[in-house]
């Protein structure tokens, strides 16, 4: 049986919004901005489709759809089979619109889900990597350590979910034909991704969140060399992820995130300004390996994604908030490897002592039998849908429940700059003041 719940998340942030300036109700919106409008919202602006497109009302609709606040999607597939193809597409595991793909990202995802490539052993692979780590924030735990502020139970995740959303930013250049952008950005996942485990590690050893309230607070940022170090456990087994790890993000450097030599230009498989060449539709290669190093860097971190539990039968709908991982999940982290990896990764994991003292504590409660766990069914979540579309419906609310609470709200001041501020940071004498002003 297979199951799948969408499950969205309001939540409101009413934001102060000014925008006040003589002559224009909307003044920056010159021909450049038009010009991205008509490029990326192809369905608003095609002089073909909508010769009607007012772009100050489009706009307009951006500005309350900022004041109404953020919305959150999340999904989740839960299944009793084992399944031959990964059941989240590419827009599910990446939280991408697909109406909003341009004609040449939908064209290039076409011909990738075709097989035309020749590559359909790759690609699936790709996908059931990417279906792991959709599932790696299901074991994501909150111990109640002290903390200043609450919110940072939910916050210390704020880097995998927005190594996330680079991802897909990545991934929708490489769709796109911007193949330089694609690779850019992947140094910025592994990135992100390290911070991830380096405060899950960091706050775990101190049992405080005050590190982290730190980096929110003051943005500060340790070495590369400091958080590398810290990220992973100190033993052989980790240091050969580590070193996989220190040598994409070399790599990456290499090829694209400084000035490059012309053997890695986009030039020499396409001409400029061109959306794809055979090259460039293979881009998605290198995003593959990329993702497995940072999914080698979370299995080494939560040794537990490596033995998957019935929950439903210990814990009924009072789910344990993280720790554990199912057994739906568990065959996702299995097909994201070879099978020899599986089973190195999965000896590791049998040698920390987390994993014997968390799988000892599970089996110390009891089997529920289907009634009991039907009687854990809270009837604010509507009626009760039977035992695997209700486990599903949770997670998919408790992911996006995750997703939302993970960002924390940006402050900053939304009076306008004034007359003077604009002109300092325009004119070379507005920067000398500036200089000076810094003793530089």
Known sequence: ?????HAWLGRLEPLEYSCESPGSKFPCLDLLSLTFLRDNFPEFMDSTS??????????????????????????????????????????????INRGLLSPTASEALNVLESGSLE?????????????????????????????????????????????????????????????????????????????????????????????LEQYFEKSFNPSWNTVLRKALPNDDFSNTVRFRIQ?????????????????????????????HSLESLYFWCLTNVTLESVLWLYYVNFPLLFHPVNILKKFGYNLPGGLLIDESAGRYIRKSLAEHDYQLFQGYSESQQITKDILEWHSQFPDLSEK??????????????????????LMANFRALRIGMATVQRSFDPKPLSDAALEAIRTFKGWQKIRKRNKR
């Open 1 to 5: 049986m297979s199951t799948r719940v």
């Open 50 to 95: 909508n010769k009607n497109f007012d772009p100050f009302l489009f706009v307009e609709s951006l500005i309350d759809q900022t004041l109404k606040g953020r919305e959150f999607q999340a999904s989740y597939h839960a299944t009793t089979e084992d399944l031959d193809h990964p059941p989240y597409s590419i827009f599910d595991c990446l939280d």
């Open 119 to 211: 590559a359909e052993k790759e690609w699936s692979a790709f996908k059931w990597k990417l279906a792991a780590f959709l599932h790696i924030q299901d074991i994501f735990d909150a111990p109640l350590y002290d903390q200043a502020d609450p919110r940072a139970l939910f916050s210390q995740y704020y880097f995998y979910y927005e190594s996330r959303n680079v991802l897909s930013e990545s991934f929708l250049c490489g769709l796109n034909g911007y193949t330089i952008g694609a690779s850019a950005l992947l140094r910025v996942f592994i990135e992100f991704s390290l911070l991830q485990t380096y405060f899950y590690r960091l706050i775990n050893k101190s049992r405080s969140y005050r590190c």
């Open 247 to 275: 040598s994409h993000l070399d790599g990456l450097s290499e090829s694209t995130l400084h000035p490059y030599h012309p053997d890695h230009s986009s030039v020499q498989h396409k001409t400029p300004n061109s959306s």
């Open 372 to 393: 009991e766990i039907a009687a854990t069914w809270n009837v604010d979540n509507g009626e009760y849908p039977g035992p695997l579309a209700g486990y599903a419906k």
